[in-house]
């Protein structure tokens, strides 16, 4: 392994963990989730905003319809 590529100890020279939890194989692992060789879709955020959106969109579009048709349902003489 080259020189450069080395993964430098975090906290001093000593045994034992230093009270941190973003050491070792925890912070590694955190990272990994920004690197591009993570396996799963790879989505960038503007299409997750775009989703959202849609999303948002839809259940709001539900909630008018439902309305819409209980108010209908009440002036039709439905129950």
Request: glycine share 24%; aromatic share 10%; charged share 15%.
């Amino acid at each position: 392994m080259p020189a450069g590529m080395r993964r430098r100890r975090l906290g001093g020279g000593g045994g034992g963990s230093a009270g941190g939890g973003f050491g070792g194989a925890g912070g590694s692992n955190m990272l990994r989730f920004y690197t591009e060789d993570v396996p799963g879709l790879k989505m960038t955020p503007t299409v997750v905003l775009v989703m959202s959106l849609c999303f948002i969109g839809f259940v709001t579009a539900l909630h008018v319809f439902g309305k819409l048709y209980r108010y209908r349902s009440s002036a039709t003489g439905g129950s």
